[in-house]
């Protein structure tokens, strides 16, 4: 594993489990990559490299580093997001500030073992698709140095597609996230609103915001999209959004295309034939194409930046307009102050219509799964974007600007690498909460493409085989007496139940002993990284089984979701809170088996 060369989040924590590699290697050879690329303004803020391989040998010290599920990897941060021990500046130095804490989703990141190394240049205040409007300067495409890196996250995408680190965090209000994700053949993951707290980010337009997820897989990215998913009490905009789990690519999958005629590439021939190409992949892959007006979510795009949104983006800097007006990026200034003119009655008209398009969406997906659309119509080099900065960039967003104002979950996935050296992508687009099912065809599709990873020609590893399920069959994750070997396993065989893995559960639950005959463990979920990962089983029962083995479970057991080290997500075995008043927390053994054997030798 050289040091030019891109490993995925897969690859680094299965060599850390293994002992093939130790986070302060990744981490020392992350900085080499960094020394090597030698592009200034990638990173506005750079951790101090002694200081970050002394938290990765830390972190190998853990009794339970093994179990986290981004164990050791190193991952970069949006600017305009709050990590603790960065200035936070949103690529405004005027506007520079200290937090006193992580933003939610950095601190999730951390629990799972990831390492924070760097804050990431971005258009400023995160106004932008192209990634040139930062005094702090212009990242180099990974993929070709003339073209431009795009925005607003430009330091996350190239950081990723040029493999200094396997995942960095965007953002994404009008295609933050998916536009440079094309630009740098990576993955983009823009998940459902309010999916990922967005306690301890600066807005852009507060109630469209989301952080967004830069991988060089969908399976990367699902996984950190698992680690950060979860309502946020701190946030107004959380909601209750479970992930579900990863599937196989479904049956009689409905794709919309949009009809003859609609489509818009600014006369980019080169893009419109790799559009083509792609809906040949998918239809070759088993998907149905089916036709939808695209032109009701083009009026809903031009909502974004013609509507009174934009009074959202004035309200962040309107002190700093009023104080220095000279502070902020010309091009910046002069879109947000338009936020200024906006009345009230603007504001309400265009929410009136607004909901009249969300309903005509609704029904667009009534007989539709999913939306396959260009992630953006065409590409530009960073010279035509300087000659015409506002008109080019609103070009960019003519598929993603209208996603957040119809609250629909979005995966910018890499399709092809055109003849002349530019990447072109796609962009699968469902309602809210279809995150899951984005990934699930995505990765299919992108594993289908055979491209290269990044802009550092590392091939893509076979995909990872899924978790048993079928109509036919469940899977249910078991911890304590119905383990193999254990005292109530016979329950499970006598169902003709079938084991198939032995594995761990995220490090979010804590393990009691209990007062039953015979002796059982109740597991209970605790706030995400502070409890352990409990190790258990996953067993699979037909549904009749299944439903006969729940139904006999006796309180205080109970059956809720379980989130597993992978990310993954299964039914098993949980425990009533009220019960653990006598209870023996024995969460430290790790799991069931282990303190059974302890016990006997005592």
């Not at 996250?153 to 965007?170: E, K, Q």
């Not at 910018?412 to 992508?425: E, H, K, L, Y």
Request: net charge neutral; aromatic share 6%; with cysteine.
């Amino acid at each position: 594993m050289g040091a030019e060369q891109p490993e995925t989040i897969a690859a680094i924590v299965a060599a850390h489990r293994a002992g093939t590699l130790t986070p302060a290697q990744t981490v020392a050879r992350t900085y080499q990559r960094i020394r090597d690329r030698n592009d200034p303004a990638i990173f506005i803020s750079l951790r101090d490299e002694t200081d970050a391989i002394a938290e990765a040998e830390r972190l190998a010290t853990r009794a339970d580093a093994a179990s986290l599920p981004l164990y050791g990897v190193p991952v970069a941060v949006k600017d305009n997001i709050d990590a603790l021990g960065f200035p936070t500046t949103a690529a405004c130095p005027a506007f520079s500030y200290t937090p006193t804490r992580d933003a939610t989703a950095v601190a999730r990141l951390r629990a799972a073992g990831a390492i924070i190394i760097g804050k990431t240049n971005l258009d400023q205040f995160a106004t932008g698709l192209v990634g040139v409007r930062s005094p702090y300067g212009i990242p180099r495409n990974s993929i070709r140095d003339d073209l431009i890196p795009g925005g607003s996250s430009s330091g996350s995408a190239v950081a990723v597609g040029a493999g200094l680190v396997p995942l960095a965090l965007g953002t994404d209000t009008a295609g933050s996230g998916r536009v440079p994700a094309m630009l740098n053949n990576i993955v983009g993951l823009k998940p459902s609103l309010g999916m990922i707290s967005t306690t301890g980010l600066v807005p852009a337009c507060r109630t469209l915001d989301c952080i967004s997820v830069f991988a060089l897989t969908i399976d990367d990215a699902s996984l950190a999209l698992s680690v950060m998913a979860g309502p946020d009490e701190a946030d107004p905009f959380s909601r209750e959004r479970p992930l579900q789990p990863i599937t196989l690519f479904p049956q009689n999958l409905r794709l919309g295309v949009p009809r003859s005629g609609q489509l818009i590439f600014f006369g980019d021939k080169k893009a419109e034939a790799a559009y083509a190409d792609a809906l040949k992949r998918w239809a070759a892959l088993g998907a149905t194409l089916v036709e939808f007006d695209l032109e009701p979510f083009y009026e809903t795009a031009r909502l974004l930046y013609e509507g009174p949104w934009v009074a959202e983006r004035y309200l962040v800097i309107k002190d700093l307009l009023a104080s220095a007006p000279e502070a902020i990026h010309p091009v910046t200034r002069e879109i947000t102050a338009a936020g200024a003119r906006l009345t009230a009655p603007d504001t309400f008209s265009a929410l009136y219509r607004l909901q009249g398009l969300r309903k005509i969406a609704e029904r667009t997906f009534t007989d539709i799964d999913a939306l396959v659309l260009p992630t953006a119509p065409t590409a530009y080099t960073t010279a035509q974007v300087l000659a015409n900065p506002i008109e080019l960039n609103s070009r960019l967003g003519t598929y993603t600007n209208f996603v957040n104002l119809l609250d629909l979950c979005g995966l910018a996935v890499p399709a092809s690498m055109r003849a002349d050296g530019i990447p072109f992508g796609i962009t699968l687009l469902a309602p809210a909460g279809h995150d899951a099912l984005l990934a699930s065809i995505g990765r299919v599709f992108h594993a289908d493409t055979k491209l290269s990873l990044g802009a550092k020609g590392a091939e893509q590893a076979p995909l990872a085989p899924l978790p048993a399920s079928s109509s036919d069959e469940i899977p249910i994750a078991v911890v304590g007496a119905h383990l193999s070997g254990m005292v109530l396993n016979r329950e499970l065989t006598a169902l003709n139940g079938s084991l198939i893995e032995a594995t761990r559960t995220a490090p979010d639950y804590k393990l009691y002993a209990l007062n039953t005959t015979p002796p059982k463990p109740g597991m209970l979920r605790v706030e995400t990284g502070k409890g352990a990962a409990i190790e258990l089983e996953i067993w699979s029962l037909s549904p009749s089984a299944f439903g006969q083995f729940v139904n006999a479970i006796p309180a205080p057991m109970a059956i809720g979701t379980v989130r597993l080290a992978d990310g993954r997500s299964v039914k098993g075995f949980l425990v009533e809170p009220e019960v653990l008043g006598e209870a023996r927390d024995i969460t430290a053994y790790g799991g069931w088996r282990k303190y059974v054997a302890e016990a006997a030798k005592a």
